[in-house]
């Protein structure tokens, strides 16, 4: 799998967007950019994907880079409830037998 | 409701002693998968299965056993427990192994052998 680069951690304030950077500059045409996160104490839960184009869902956003070696989550109004640690991840689209690998994640907080 | 759901959810047990770890989807998704999750070391999958009698070693598979003899379910198998298996577990599962499809996740087995 290519690699992603996110920040450790990162601070928002209730009821303001979050943009959430990741850099996968090693991506190659056919890898769809995952997006997941984990809340405490619960397991990884999906937020979106995408492949070229931006992306909505009832959740967030995701925002790619025209030359895909970037992408940006954003969650449009956070709430207490969006603090949890988030996940990049690229799939190839066709490799069926592929690991998958989480790195680290940002660890978003929200204050009220 | 599409879910995946894992038993149990906490277990303590003995080093040596063999334990299985049940996990099971309602969604007829062809690949599964086993994660654990320890302290800075984030998620690292262990076994997954891209369908029925096809499975395949993860990062770090030593010490687990897995099997996949019917769609909905993907037992892990510790067969001879030691502390350094002590971990968070998550199974996890998806219509198919292809990068555009989402996984879905359990809820998670704590484990500590002692």
């Known amino acids: 799998d290519a690699k992603t680069t996110q920040p450790n951690s990162m601070e928002s304030n209730e009821e303001e967007p979050v943009h959430l950077p990741c850099n996968h500059s090693t991506i190659s045409g056919t890898d769809y950019i995952h997006w997941y996160r984990q809340l405490p104490s619960q397991g990884p839960e999906y937020v979106i994907h995408g492949l070229t184009s931006n992306v909505n869902n009832r959740m967030a956003s995701l925002a790619i880079a025209e030359d895909r070696k970037s992408s940006t989550l954003i969650l449009h109004r956070a709430t207490l409830r969006d603090a949890a640690v988030y996940y990049c991840?690229?799939?190839?689209?066709?490799?069926?037998?592929?690991?998958?690998?989480f790195g680290p994640g940002t660890r978003l907080s929200v204050l009220p | 409701e599409a879910q995946v759901t894992q038993n149990p959810r906490y277990l303590i047990t003995v080093t040596g002693k063999k334990l299985t770890v049940t996990c099971s989807q309602n969604m007829n998704h062809e690949y599964m998968s086993w994660y654990r999750q320890d302290p800075g070391l984030g998620l690292r999958q262990i076994y997954y299965s891209m369908n029925v009698e096809v499975t395949d070693k993860g990062d770090v598979p030593e010490g687990y056993k897995v099997s996949r003899k019917e769609k909905r379910n993907f037992p892990l198998i510790l067969e001879s427990p030691s502390p350094n298996q002590t971990s968070l577990y998550f199974c996890?599962?998806?219509?198919?192994?292809?990068?555009?499809?989402?996984?879905?996740f359990g809820p998670g087995t704590r484990l500590t052998v002692t």
């Open positions: 996890a599962s998806s219509l198919s192994g292809a990068g555009v499809y989402e996984q879905y």
């Open positions: 991840i690229l799939r190839d689209i066709d490799n069926y037998g592929q690991n998958f690998v």
